[in-house]
């Protein structure tokens, strides 16, 4: 069984920079693709970003538009989704998640086995 925990959300103005972390705890973070996704109020959950579980694969949804950068360190048991020149629009809860994605399933939520409880980052304007 594999914990994700996520860090790292924040208010921030618009313009401004955030680094997402999402440690797991327990199994093994290494052999799992891990995502990142995000909620805001009143909306469906969105794909964001994925990354493979030996980094060299990575995806982003249109929006991201080289804006965000997703990473992980496999020694660590951690991911990082960081995230520069953040809208207004960006503000929501951002989740991680770790599954057996390959590259053509990043985007599917049901194709992610854990989940992390949630940060929140509201972007000002």
């Known amino acids: 069984q594999v914990r994700l925990v996520e860090s790292g959300g924040d208010l921030v103005q618009a313009g401004g920079s955030l680094r997402l972390s999402c440690a797991a705890y327990g199994g093994t973070f290494s052999s799992r693709g891990t995502g990142w996704f995000r909620q805001a109020p009143g909306k469906e959950r969105e794909f964001v970003a994925a990354?493979?579980?030996?980094?060299?694969?990575?995806r982003y949804a249109d929006f991201v538009q080289g804006r965000f950068t997703i990473s992980r360190d496999n020694a660590k048991n951690t991911g990082y989704l960081q995230m520069t020149s953040l809208k207004p629009e960006d503000t929501a809860v951002y989740y991680c998640a770790a599954g057996p994605i390959t590259f053509a399933t990043m985007p599917l939520m049901n194709e992610y086995v854990y989940w992390g409880q949630g940060t929140q980052v509201t972007v000002s304007s």
């Open positions: 990354i493979s579980r030996n980094p060299s694969i990575t």
